[in-house]
Nanobody, 115 residues
Framework: QVQLAESGGGLVQAGGSTRLACAASGTWFSADLMAWYRQAPGKQRELVAS???????NYVDSVKGRFTIFKGNTKNTVYLQLTSLKSEDTATYYC?????????WGQGTLVTVSE
């Protein structure tokens, strides 16, 4: 069973930065795609950023230029660097990994941006 462990987040001031980390365990296979989603209160979960096995990245327009997704040195680890944070970035952030066409989710980590 693949498990995703997230860390990071917390309370951050507007304009500040933080980094989220996600590590997948329980699989010998490299993830085909790893991504970060977020869900704000009362809103639908949305894809924030993704990175494929070849390193191709994609971002939702609202975070382009402010967030960076990148892989760690350990297999199946991914980070999300969040900078220039805004109040609208407040949400629970979820790690997602697709391994052999099966999607797995972390439990989420809360990022709260204060004015």
């Amino acid at each position: 069973q693949v498990q995703l462990a997230e860390s990071g987040g917390g309370l951050v001031q507007a304009g500040g930065s933080t980094r989220l980390a996600c590590a997948a365990s329980g699989t010998w296979f490299s993830a085909d795609l790893m991504a970060w989603y977020r869900q704000a209160p009362g809103k639908q979960r949305e894809l924030v950023a993704s990175i494929s096995s070849d390193g191709t990245t994609n971002y939702v327009d609202s975070v382009k230029g402010r967030f960076t997704i990148f892989k760690g040195n350990t297999k199946n680890t991914v980070y999300l660097q969040l900078t220039s944070l805004k109040s609208e970035d407040t949400a629970t952030y979820y790690c997602n990994a697709k391994v052999r066409q099966v999607a797995y989710w972390g439990q989420g980590t809360l990022v709260t941006v204060s004015e």
